[in-house]
């Protein structure tokens, strides 16, 4: 066991170092000699494009190895550590941490799903040699207009014909291997089929690249479109099977979802750093100040948001090595949830900025900056809608769904073991991920299921927020009894009839319960053997809740206000030593 527990924190300290390493390299932000400080990503934003010294020092970091698995050669094991990594490029420039990464890593995930030994090979080569990949997916029907275009592949003697027209890429013109997604005819109905193909320099004639699109955030990122005309594809690149492309697409979507929102966490925690620095540089008469109500609630609210995300975000980028068969539905509320949450967070922090939210250059730029790239994060062919729809095709089969045992009363078994991992922000010792599984239906609801013991756990606790935790625990295993009880009338509908436009209702109750659920595990079980600190305490599970059940009903409870004083010390504490918002508090910029 201790061999065990030794190699644990070995590779937990390495995940820290490599960070820390990124961390110093990128340096201060706030650092006026910083040429990759705040004013120049402002400077390089303004003029659409990324900072060249940015680009330059994560290809010497090695940042493609972060998306290569390492029986390839990458350093690749866990989707939790690749979104701590990225993190801290979203922090500094959301559209750095997509063009030069992100964009690979989501293009190269679909070949390590099904690719053959070579393609996996050679990609593998490309991005650790400093290479681009870009992906063309396909776009599910409740998908967002802005990508919904189609490209068709007729079958033809030696391989296939490519034609049609994708609006919207991300790098189309610098990547070095596209990803595409085309409708092949002849494989019946309207299959899919997925293709690995060199970029636009080296693909050869029938291929074009369309005028690049200006966009309102993410600003350095170069989106064009591309648009084949009869260009011929070769049998060597097809990837998967013909017709095989939705389930292809299946497989990766759980891997990709959770884990670039997980990123985009980066985003955000700037956002509520230039809002903190804001109140703190004004005097105690303004109501912008510490002293004001509005904003200590205001920079708590954010805080806590942060928290849950984080709480979700962490359980998302677990299923697919614990619970494989269960991470399509939880990376499907991370992308349906998160963009919702930060969305408001940053509109009630621009209240405390006042005119200064609109700034795009000086102390409090960022801001604006964030404020316009993290609505564009969520932006992809597994949007906001389309997660929504996963979310409603796992509720029509909730009912039937067995409850998993509760770790409380079956500690040890397999499962129990898997759900109680999936809370623990340092396990590194994890399985590898099962792309085969990843398709198959659930057999149950982990975080549904994990509520009742948790709630119990809550009502045995003791301390100064302990009553305020039960009282929202209380309140959310309420809201998942009526959660249940709809759905049941829901499966119990007539054959054939369609269903109300209730059930997405239920979907974002779904969610918010499911974001609850996380955020009590993580307290229950991601504390002990850590330090304690903030997350052993019920002070922030308390307000986590709080602010979950207001969502789902706001006269259900009601926040402690010494909790958010509380709270408030811990925004400061970090402020001052330069530690992320998250649940890892890392040293940043140093």
């Known amino acids: 066991m201790t061999t065990v527990v030794n190699r644990a ?3 937990e300290r390495a995940v820290q170092e490599r960070i820390a390493r990124l961390e110093h390299d990128l340096g201060d932000l706030d650092d006026p000699g910083n040429p990759l400080g705040a004013d120049h990503f402002l400077a390089a934003d303004g003029r659409q494009r990324l900072l060249p010294a940015a680009e330059r020092l994560l290809d010497d970091f090695g940042l493609n190895a972060e998306f290569v698995p390492r029986e390839l050669g990458g350093r690749l094991d866990r989707l939790d550590v690749l979104a701590r990594v990225l993190r801290a490029v979203f922090r500094r420039d959301a559209a750095l941490g997509l ?6 890593y989501l293009a190269a995930a679909t070949v390590w799903a099904d690719g053959t030994g070579q393609q996996r090979r050679r990609t593998a080569e490309l991005l650790l040699s400093g290479g681009r990949m870009a992906g063309a997916y396909p776009e599910p029907a409740p998908g967002n207009d802005f990508l919904h275009n189609r490209l068709t592949a007729v079958r033809e003697p030696g391989g296939h014909r490519l034609d049609g027209r994708k609006e919207a ?21 309207d299959a899919q089929t997925a293709f690995l193909l060199p970029g636009p320099a080296a693909a050869g004639p029938g291929v074009t690249v369309l005028p690049r699109r200006r966009t309102s955030g993410i600003r350095g990122c170069v989106v064009q479109g591309l648009e084949f005309t009869g260009h011929r594809l070769g049998a ?7 017709g095989g492309g939705a389930r292809l697409a299946e497989r990766a979507f759980p891997i990709t979802r959770g884990t670039g929102s997980s990123m985009a966490l980066g985003c955000a925690d700037t956002a509520l750093r230039t809002t903190v620095a804001f109140a703190r540089a004004h005097r105690s008469r303004s109501r912008a100040s510490l002293h004001s109500a509005r904003t200590r609630f205001a920079l708590v609210d954010a805080f806590t948001d942060l928290l849950v995300c984080d709480c979700l975000s962490l359980v998302a980028t677990r299923a697919p090595h614990l619970l494989p068969r269960e991470s399509r539905t939880l990376s499907a509320v991370v992308k349906y949830l998160l963009p919702t949450i930060l ?5 009630d922090l621009s209240i405390v900025l006042g005119a200064e939210s609109y700034a795009t ?30 979310i409603v095709e796992h509720l029509l089969r909730l009912p039937e769904l067995t409850p998993p045992p509760e770790p409380a009363e079956a500690a040890g078994t397999p499962r129990a073991d898997a759900c109680a991992r999936l809370f623990r922000p340092y396990d590194p010792d994890l399985p590898p991920v099962r792309p085969d599984e990843l398709v198959l239906p659930a057999a149950g609801d982990s975080l549904l299921g994990s509520l009742p013991a948790t709630v119990r756990r809550v009502r045995a606790a003791h301390g100064e927020f302990a009553g305020a935790l039960g009282e929202a625990a209380d309140a959310l295993d309420t809201e998942l009894r009526l959660l249940r009880e709809d759905c049941g009338r829901l499966a119990e509908r007539p054959p054939g009839r369609d269903l109300s436009p209730r059930v997405y209702a239920l979907a974002d109750r779904y969610a918010l319960i499911v974001a609850g659920a996380a955020c009590l595990g993580v307290w ?7 330090g304690g600190g903030l997350l052993a305490e019920p002070a922030w599970a308390a307000l986590a809740l709080s602010r979950i059940v207001g969502r789902l009903d706001r006269t259900a409870v009601r926040a402690p206000e010494s909790g958010t004083e509380h709270l408030l010390a811990e925004v400061l504490d970090r402020f001052d030593d330069a530690r992320s918002y998250d649940l890892y508090a890392t040293p940043i910029g140093r």
Do not use: C, W
């Not at 063009?99 to 690979?104: D, F, K």
């Not at 990803?179 to 019946?188: C, S």
């Not at 060597?236 to 013909?242: F, H, K, V, W």
């Open 99 to 104: 063009a030069h990464g992100l964009t690979s």
């Open 169 to 189: 890429l991300n790098n189309a013109a610098r990547v070095d291997a596209l990803v595409v997604f085309a409708h092949t005819p002849q494989a019946g109905g």
């Open 343 to 347: 969305t408001e967070m940053v509109y």
């Open 236 to 242: 060597d690149r097809l990837l998967g099977p013909e």
């Open 361 to 390: 250059t000086g102390s409090y730029g960022l801001f604006q900056k964030a404020a316009r790239d993290l609505p564009m994060i969520g932006l992809g062919s597994a949007g906001t809608a389309a997660s929504r729809s996963a």
């Open 9 to 11: 924190e070995a590779a």
């Open 524 to 530: 229950r079980h991601g504390a002990p053997g850590e």
